[in-house]
């Protein structure tokens, strides 16, 4: 069983991917895609390690994620932020829970920073997985190719891609799991709007979009 890893990108250094892999990734096959939204290959021209695959896509993590999904080759597709670095035996772990029955899942939400108000939001996300089964992209969203294709594949739309996806999976009757690890995901976006200012957005963004509003629209507010 072979994993895709595909990660989508956008005016980002990326020399190799040594940084976002953990330890202990045993025997498991795996590919690396890296899809880059600059039509100039701004990140991708920047990658040194030959084993990586690059694409250019038009911007847009729905896009890019759609066109990497394209050319993959793996029976499960890991959907990997580029700021997202994942726990030891990460790729096992996901092999196994598809071993296991899983169609689809994610990782739990570990943001990389030490103060308390980033663990009260790590166990809001995980009460909102666990009862709506609705994780975020930071969160190293996982899917059986056979799961993808059932639903019509990755909707390529600017934003709230992974939330239009675990909602078609969930609706579909896709078996979902919440693998134990945290990754490991940057605060920068916290840090740079504050913590209750981007928390309160991310809501808003998600209220608006389940309410109708057009994801083109949301991109522009993000």
């Known amino acids: 069983m072979t994993i895709s890893v595909i990660i989508p990108v956008l005016h980002e250094l990326i020399r190799d991917t040594s940084h976002i892999f953990g330890k202990h990734t045993g025997s498991v096959s795996s590919e690396i895609i890296i899809v880059d939204g600059d039509p100039a290959g701004s990140s991708v021209n920047t990658i040194t390690d030959d084993s990586i695959i690059r694409l250019i896509a038009p911007a847009g993590r729905g ?12 029976e499960i597709l890991l959907l990997l932020h580029a700021d997202t670095r994942l726990p030891d035996g990460a790729l096992s772990s996901v092999e196994q829970a598809v071993a296991n029955g899983a169609s689809w899942g994610a990782f739990r939400l570990g943001i990389d920073a030490a103060p308390l108000p980033y663990r009260i939001i790590e166990l809001a996300v995980d009460l909102r997985c666990r009862l709506f089964k609705l994780p975020y992209g930071d969160q190293a969203m996982f899917v059986t190719r056979e799961a993808l294709s059932a639903i019509g594949g990755i909707p390529e739309i600017p934003l709230m891609e992974d939330v239009t996806l675990a909602r078609a999976l969930a609706k579909a009757g896709q078996l979902f799991t919440l693998l134990p690890e945290r990754i490991r995901t940057s ?8 913590i209750v200012k981007r928390t309160c957005k991310n809501w808003w ?18």
């Open 63 to 74: 896009s890019q994620l759609a066109a990497g999904a394209a050319v993959a080759g793996g």
């Open 187 to 194: 605060p920068r976006r916290w840090q740079h709007d504050g």
């Open 205 to 222: 963004l998600l209220l608006r979009y389940l309410a109708g509003v057009k994801p083109e629209k949301l991109a522009k507010d993000y």
